[in-house]
């Protein structure tokens, strides 16, 4: 236990005889770490402290040797040391701490409690501190302790108790029906299940109205609503909720009743509500021949408020796009706006609004399904196309079509059909009909020897009947066509062949006759285009626009004594009448008047008048090009005291004027004068 090397025992050989000539060696386990031998005497000691626990015993083997020579004198010998056990390791709890559960209210038993009733809604946990001793607890003996949690456990041992004895919740008239109005719960101090609650409405005056069911996460009671709510029926209401454990312990049932009663009030406010029909679907029926504006059926809506506001009616258009229908805004009569008709629509779905004529936002929707009632006016027709054919080889008798009719009426009592050939075709050689009676007709042959070449098609009109009333008839036409058949009686080809005929020629002549004649018309069209276009008005193409190019001319005219050449006493003189441009292939629309002759004004006003009626006349000349383009005119004027000074009308004029005083105006009037004057130099006497 010490530090100091502890004696364990000692070696001798009987040829030792003191004298230092022998020396000791030890091996084996521990030796020279925790065993060592004094080589001289053979000592053994123990260095450290030994265990045990850790190791029992030990096994050494010992040898005496010459101390000169180093060998051997007696054989090696093996010995055991054994350590012996002391006390000391105190006991130990190898699992702790500890922890336990032990039920609460649990009786004395192997495990004791130190207090009867021991409540774990008071106290749930105690910590307990174990010792252990061994030795039997006697003197020098060694200890160990450890700790020991012991839980409660919950019993159901306390009932549920609401904290209040009643309650009251005010909730809107209006709250849709499952809604939530309330939550409550009653408190209960176990936990888990035994803590799990259930409500149930015990008594009052909202059975039927609400429920309560339970949340089992929170374990509150929830109130919610099944029917909808109305202020003016009824205000309030008073339910007995009982809350009781889901499951008791009937140990615990002498401490009272597990359950608990409490008193809900729901008041139930007012508020504005829309208009309400007096039923939520109105069915009508009406004849598809109902004059437009009669009546088809009445709604009726009311404000469901104390102040009982008025109602105004109409139609949500997005349920009648056509407008069939009209309702009256304060009666709620609805009447017909259109012809109806069964067979497009037979029954219309429309929502009427009803809505307060002092709040229009509070807006009731009833619904309105009417019914379309049939009358006879669709007259019956074929049930299909149908594609009939006669054999040139079919006997007479043989039924070569059979033949059904539909009818887009819908009598109540079914359709009745009649079939019949109509009073032309009664009386033809070719086919007859034979009503079936069952709504079906056959068609049959009167003769044999059809042939293609002579008809390839027939026409048989079919009169059909309906059984309405009053009933209504119609013609249809059945196209039969004649084909050449097999000898099953089977269609192989229904086209008519090419045959000679009488006069000789073949399909193949006329065809050619044919393209002759088309060739023919289509170079007469061609030569009347090309002379239309060259009696159309000048328009000039781009290839002559006159805008873009420049024409040359060789003509040379003649100067001032060219009298013959050009006529421009027209655009000189004002007064001559003009001429008006018509066009010869339209009726003129527009006569042109003679303008009045103009009287000595200003120079300026009459070439402005000039420019106008010449602007008049182009605008209305039908042959004038359909573009801007630039006119030229010679207009000299009038009122001039010398009037016109052009040679090209002097020839011709048989006025008495003395030009003599041209003479006096210069040399560049030598030549008029000489033109116009009356002495012998005038080149004209």
Not at 158 to 179: C, K, W
Not at 534 to 553: G, T
Request: glycine content about 6%; overall charge negative; proline content about 5%.
């Amino acid at each position: 236990m010490g530090s100091d090397p502890l004696y364990v025992g000692k070696l001798h050989s009987d040829v030792d005889k003191g004298d230092g000539s022998i020396k000791y060696i030890l091996s084996g386990e521990g030796a020279s770490s925790i065993f060592i031998i004094d080589e001289n005497t053979g000592d053994i000691h123990a260095t450290k402290r030994l265990d045990r626990e850790e190791q029992a015993y030990y096994t050494l083997r010992a040898q005496a040797l010459d101390r000169l020579t180093n060998k051997p004198v007696e054989p090696e010998s093996e010995f055991v040391i054994k350590i012996q056990d002391i006390n000391d390791n105190e006991p130990k709890f190898l699992d702790g701490p500890y922890t336990a559960g032990v039920p609460e209210m649990s009786p004395v038993g192997v495990i004791k409690t130190a207090l009867p009733n021991m409540d774990r809604e008071a106290k749930d946990q105690y910590l307990l501190v174990i010792q252990a001793k061994d030795m039997v607890g006697q003197n020098g003996g060694l200890s160990g302790t450890t700790s020991v949690t012991v839980t409660l456990t919950d019993v159901n041992d306390n009932p549920p108790r609401f904290p209040r004895r009643s309650y009251q919740y005010n909730v809107p008239e209006s709250l849709p029906v499952a809604s939530v109005v309330a939550r409550i719960k009653a408190a209960d101090a176990d936990i888990g299940a035994n803590a799990e609650m259930e409500y149930k409405i015990v008594d009052g005056d909202g059975f039927g109205i609400f429920k309560i069911s339970v949340d089992k996460d929170s374990q509150e009671g929830i109130i919610t609503i099944q029917k909808d709510l109305d202020f003016e029926a009824k205000t309030s209401y008073t339910l007995r909720i009982e809350a009781a454990n889901r499951d008791a312990d009937p140990r615990f049932l002498s401490l009272g009743p597990f359950s608990d009663t409490t008193t809900v009030k729901i008041i139930v406010e007012d508020v504005d509500e829309p208009p309400v029909f007096s039923s939520p679907l109105y069915p009508m029926e009406v004849s598809e021949a109902t004059q437009v504006g009669n009546i088809i059926g009445t709604v009726a809506a009311h404000d469901p408020d104390s102040s009982n506001s008025p109602v105004r009616y109409s139609i949500d258009r997005n349920t009648d796009l056509e407008r069939y229908f009209n309702i009256d805004a304060n009666s709620g009569v609805i009447t017909t706006a259109k012809s109806l008709d069964r067979e497009t629509n037979a029954v219309h779905n429309i929502t009427v609004l009803a809505m307060e004529s002092q709040n229009p936002s509070q807006v009731g929707r009833g619904y309105v399904a009417i019914t379309i009632l049939d009358i006879n006016d669709n007259a019956p027709e074929f049930a299909m196309d149908y594609e009939t054919t006669v054999c040139e080889n079919a006997q007479p008798g043989q039924v070569i079509q059979k033949i059904s009719a539909v009818d887009k009426d819908e009598p109540s009592n079914g359709h009745q059909f009649y079939f019949s050939l109509t009073a032309d075709a009664t009386n033809n050689h070719n086919f007859s009909l034979k009503d079936n009676k069952d709504n079906t007709a056959s068609i049959l042959t009167r003769r044999n020897g059809f042939r293609r070449q002579e008809q390839s098609v027939y026409y048989l009109p079919v009169f059909i009947v309906d059984s309405g009333s009053p009933s209504l008839s119609s013609t249809n036409t059945l196209t039969i066509r004649v084909c050449d058949c097999d000898a099953d009686g089977v269609a192989q080809t229904c086209n008519a062949e090419a045959y000679v005929l009488p006069a000789g020629l073949s399909t193949g002549a006329l065809i050619a006759i044919l393209a002759c004649v088309l060739t023919l018309l289509v170079l007469i069209l061609l030569i009347v285009t090309m002379r239309r276009r060259k009696k159309e008005p000048l328009i000039f193409d781009e290839e002559r626009d006159i805008r873009e190019n420049i024409v040359r001319y060789d003509d040379e005219g003649g100067g001032e004594e060219d009298t013959e050449a050009f006529d421009m006493a027209a655009l000189r003189n004002l007064n001559v009448l003009r001429d008006t441009k018509t066009r010869r292939d339209v009726t003129p629309e527009i006569q042109f008047l003679s303008r009045p002759t103009f009287k000595s004004i200003p120079d300026n006003v009459i070439f402005r008048e000039f420019i106008w009626e010449r602007l008049k006349e182009a605008d209305i000349d039908p042959c004038a090009p359909p573009y801007d383009s630039l006119q030229t005119y010679a207009f000299e004027g009038n009122g001039s005291v010398a009037e016109s000074l052009s040679s090209l009308d002097s020839i011709s004029s048989n006025s008495d004027q003395n030009y003599d005083y041209l003479s006096d105006w210069g040399p560049r009037f030598k030549r008029l004068a000489d033109m116009y004057g009356t002495g012998p130099e005038s080149l004209y006497s």
